[in-house]
């Protein structure tokens, strides 16, 4: 099998990826996620977890099944985008120059 098979799309995670933390003994799911980072990208792990899962049994000798998927960990509260686009300071940068405009200027 190519050393350049992805195994998570989102993340760029290949085969080669998971080989090199099995080597490096990282041979749990939860420490290929964090050394990897597969499963955290756009699909959170509904695309790439069970072949990151079967590539990880085959190289530590396990069977599929004594893998356990890892934990998701959604966001606590879902922030709503309009409340982040609310605050006109959240679209600055520090070095941003102030503009003023005409409305603003006192005589």
Same mark, same amino acid.
């Given at each position: 099998?190519?050393?350049?098979?992805?195994?998570?799309?989102?993340?760029?995670?290949?085969?080669?990826?998971?080989?090199?933390?099995?080597?490096r003994?990282?041979?749990?799911?939860?420490?290929?996620?964090?050394?990897?980072? #597969?499963?955290?990208g %756009?699909?959170?792990?509904?695309?790439? &977890?069970? $072949?990151? !899962?079967?590539?990880? @049994?085959?190289?530590?000798?396990?069977?599929?099944?004594?893998?356990?998927? #890892?934990?998701?960990? %959604?966001?606590?509260?879902?922030?709503? &985008?309009? $409340?982040? !686009?609310?605050?006109? @300071?959240a679209?600055?940068?520090?070095?941003?120059?102030?503009?003023?405009?005409?409305?603003?200027?006192?005589s």
């Open positions: 099998m190519s050393d350049k098979v992805f195994l998570c799309r989102c993340e760029d995670v290949t085969v080669k990826d998971v080989a090199h933390c099995v080597a003994g990282y041979a749990d799911i939860e420490e290929v996620k964090r050394y990897t980072g #597969f499963g955290t %756009p699909c959170q792990g509904k695309e790439c &977890l069970a $072949l990151v !899962a079967t590539e990880l @049994a085959r190289l530590t000798g396990q069977p599929p099944t004594a893998i356990a998927p #890892f934990t998701a960990r %959604p966001p606590l509260t879902p922030t709503p &985008l309009g $409340l982040l !686009a609310e605050d006109p @300071a679209h600055r940068f520090a070095d941003d120059p102030i503009v003023v405009s005409p409305s603003d200027k006192t």
